[in-house]
């Protein structure tokens, strides 16, 4: 029988992966505060077609400007938190579904230990 179990994925910090990291999250800081910018436009648009609805369009569109906002801190806050993380760290990258085959008189507790993939610059290093 075939069961279906998740894997840790884990990366092992490197000059090169902090890097791209940081890259990566300026650029969704850039495109967050995109948005903002064109949201706040198509509000201003809105509110001259309908000025009745004014203050209906301003509390929709505020609301989705506070939350791209609290995205854009909470990269920030990654982005500082990437400056103190020490090189050789490793850091939690999602998960993958593995397909496990399982027989009769198998340690089932074998089975459902957490296992993870290690990698180090786009190479899988380490399987556990």
Same mark, same amino acid.
């Given at each position: 029988m075939k069961i279906i179990k998740k894997v840790a994925?884990? @990366? $092992?910090?490197?000059? !090169? /992966?902090? #890097? !791209? *990291? %940081?890259?990566?999250? !300026? &650029? @969704? $800081? &850039? !495109?967050l505060e995109q948005e903002c910018e064109q949201l706040k436009f198509e509000q @201003?648009? *809105? #509110?001259? %077609?309908s000025a009745n609805k004014k203050a209906d369009i301003a509390a929709k569109f505020k609301k989705e400007l506070s939350n791209r906002k609290d995205h854009i801190n909470w990269y920030?806050? @990654? *982005?500082e938190q990437l400056e103190i993380l020490p090189i050789g760290s490793e850091i939690n990258d999602? #998960?993958? #579904?593995?397909? $496990?085959d399982i027989e009769e008189g198998m340690n089932w507790d074998d089975l459902t230990d957490q296992? /993870? $993939?290690i990698i180090k610059d786009g190479m899988i290093t380490k399987i556990t």
């Open positions: 994925i884990k @990366k $092992i910090v490197t000059d !090169q /992966s902090k #890097e !791209q *990291l %940081r890259e990566e999250y !300026q &650029f @969704k $800081i &850039f !495109q @201003k648009k *809105l #509110e001259q %077609r920030k806050y @990654k *982005l999602g #998960e993958v #579904e593995a397909v $496990i296992k /993870s $993939i």
